[in-house]
């Protein structure tokens, strides 16, 4: 017997919510993807085809009988579900305040996942009736290709749930990585901690956003795609590590706030694809090309990568 929810209900329908629906659906979940905005509901409709033709092209475990509906109608979206997936944005009050609307709908052994990016699961189990109930569930953008998920039970999680998560994540051919809290989650430590040097390059004026692209998609990237840290340490020599870190980890970028150039940035409503300027310029079409030259190019790599060992 599969492992996966037979009835699942995602809530939020943004950047996140339609890829991680039309996954589980892919599977063979009945999934009911519920937001409080039509228009929101009204993009994820027009878009699922397109969703559906990425999830086609990686393969992705499919199972007859899966579906997602759209809608607006809380309870609607919440009848017979067995796991909740919260997509709200990263906001503790608003999630709390979802959980309180969704406790109060649904029975005690309805499990609640949060995808948020870092915050604390045990802080925002506070405000639980059922505190147990709740656990990390954090997948990565886009949701529908990114074949990793992070799961962290929080200090009042039911352990149970670590594992039967797990099963669930396995059953549409994720990995799951299991993890102790920590703010940002592990995913999210290192990608901030990237991304604060590159912006602290960017600020000092040391590279070009092209020249930073470029370094980190060849010369990181590319590499860590094939060999995790762990093991490029080993490929390069602990004794290179302690070399290098002995002078350059004090030198490397400490600040604990964002960058002034991008909080400017957003005053002036550059947010990137979402506003049609950001860290590059676009013109017409410019976004949609962009867009669709990342979603072909991460299917490629994941063709790739999936006949690569893990080393
Ligand atoms: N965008 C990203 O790259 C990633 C985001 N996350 C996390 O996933 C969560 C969602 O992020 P996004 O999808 O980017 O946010 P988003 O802002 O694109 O979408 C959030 C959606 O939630 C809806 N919403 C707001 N209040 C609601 C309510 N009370 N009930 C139901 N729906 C409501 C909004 O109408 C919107 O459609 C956040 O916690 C975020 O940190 C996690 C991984 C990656
Ligand atoms: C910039 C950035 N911030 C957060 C996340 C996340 O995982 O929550 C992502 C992502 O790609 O998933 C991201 O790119």
Redesign the pocket.
Known sequence: MSSLPTVATVIGSGTMGPGIAATLARAGSTVRLYDISEDAIARAEAAYGVVQGVLEAVDSPSAPGGSVTFGTDLDAALAGTELIIEAVPEKLELKQKVFADLEARVGDDVIIATNT??IPISTMAKSLTVPGRLIGM????PPHL?PMIEIIPGEATDPTLVDKLAEIVKAFNYVPVIEKEIPGFV??RV??AI?RECMALLEEGIVTPEGLDAAVKWGIGYKLSVVGPTRLLDMAGLDIYQAVSSYLNKDLDNSTDTPQFIKDKIAAGELGFKSGAGMYEYGEGDVDAKRKEIITGLIAARKTLSTIPNV
Do not use: A, K, R, V
Request: hydrophobic share 35%.
């Open positions: 990016s870092g954090h997948w990565s953008n990114i995913e999210n990608l901030y991304l």
